[in-house]
């Protein structure tokens, strides 16, 4: 599937300059001989389009290395403050933004808690006050931003411009794309979190052809389908939502879906803090799940097993229509994995088919809660600041 641009135009225009830039961001240090070597370009053209490169402020030479004798090799690599991304991950009860170079080093982050009592174009706009600060602190203006990327738990319109429905947040329809770039001037992207986060682990820690699902559980359960390397979006742009599959249809939990025990409303963490109210007639507040004071609460441990024998039904059903070579467990559901580790392993164990079973890895994230906003700012560098063919 073709992407579809979100800005007017990549930030190098050339496409030969582009690769060769690509090439400078991955390998780099590289000296000019190397890139040469890897592309095929002969060194005229190679020294040509660098020049360009460095006259504009892309690339930066650096001399690294002892030579026998005669000149210190130059080498060359990316100038990280070209340009900056912003990430934005707009989770159920907080929000966090991060200001990023073009290493994908964090240069500033941000986070503030949502308000229930206000609206999302309310949200929006502590958001775009936040980022203005951080350009501010910076001393950037807009023309130095590529792109800012908004990753949002639920169903996004197949342009990426719009949330249509996220209904742990209550909110529809929210035209991001429209509201956001009228106020920043700043090409703006909207992408589901577990997309983003899949994009994010991939990328940073695993090979580049890999099969993997990535499964996010918080409030609710989202999944990113990477097949082949590449994020699969399906037709409506929102494959991937296995927190729909049914897994007890005698449940008595009801899905905002409409429909009866789906995958999420029996393996997420908004189910532990409906049990433990129901076992208990306390709260729980999600802080507290990550308190080791908890394993002394019985209630709770028979909780956790429950939503990690739930969570491994899920995951077998995934694997055995899929079969993936990976699957990443992701999201707020992290802070109690050694809780929940031996029941999901031995839950996906009896219900996977052996033949599955056998070809596949479960970890849990490496990047942890900052899968998605990497992921993002991945996505808004790959397609804003290089030319796509
Ligand atoms: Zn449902």
Request: charged residues 25%.
């Amino acid at each position: 599937m073709k992407n579809i641009k979100i800005g007017n135009s990549s930030f190098i225009k050339n496409l030969n300059q582009s690769s060769i830039f690509r090439l400078i961001n991955d390998y780099g240090p590289i000296s000019r001989k190397e890139l040469s070597e890897k592309t095929g370009y002969s060194a005229g053209t190679i020294s040509n389009h660098v020049k360009t490169l460095i006259k504009e402020g892309f690339v930066i030479e650096k001399e690294k290395g002892i030579s026998s004798g005669g000149r210190r090799p130059v080498f060359l690599t990316i100038n990280p403050n070209k340009g900056y991304i912003f990430g934005v991950n707009i989770e159920v009860k907080k929000v966090k933004i991060i200001m990023f170079n073009l290493k994908l080093k964090v240069e500033r982050k941000q986070k503030f808690t949502l308000d229930k009592q206000k609206g999302p174009y309310e949200a929006l706009d502590d958001i775009i006050d936040l980022i203005k600060n951080m350009m501010k602190e910076k001393n950037v203006t807009n023309k130095d931003i590529i792109g800012i990327g908004f990753a949002v738990p639920g169903l996004v319109t197949k342009d990426r411009s719009v949330l249509k429905f996220a209904p742990n947040l209550a909110w529809n329809d929210v035209t991001i794309r429209k509201y956001v770039s009228s106020k920043l001037k700043i090409p703006i992207l909207v992408e589901n979190e577990a997309n983003a986060a899949a994009l994010g682990e991939k990328d940073f820690n695993y090979e580049n052809k890999v099969d993997m699902v990535y499964v996010s559980i918080n409030e609710g359960i989202g999944c990113g389908l990477i097949v082949n390397g590449k994020l699969h979006r399906g037709e409506s742009g929102n494959a991937g939502e296995f927190g729909h599959i049914i897994i007890d249809s005698e449940s008595d939990r009801v899905c905002h879906c409409g429909n009866i025990g789906c995958w999420e409303t029996l393996a997420s963490t908004n189910y532990i803090y409906d049990m433990y109210r129901k076992t208990t007639n306390k709260n729980i507040n999600p802080s507290e799940l990550i308190q080791d004071k908890l394993i002394d609460d019985k209630d709770i441990l028979n909780i956790f097993s429950d939503v990690g024998e739930n969570i491994g039904i899920g995951l077998a059903n995934i694997i055995n229509s899929l079969s993936p070579k990976l699957m990443i467990i992701g999201g707020n559901i992290l802070k109690i994995k050694k809780y929940i580790d031996s029941s999901i392993q031995k839950s996906v164990r009896e219900k996977t088919l052996s033949l599955n079973y056998d070809k596949v890895e479960i970890k849990y994230s490496k990047l942890g809660e900052l899968a998605t906003v990497y992921g993002i700012a991945k996505i808004i560098f790959d397609e804003n600041m290089l030319v796509n063919q």
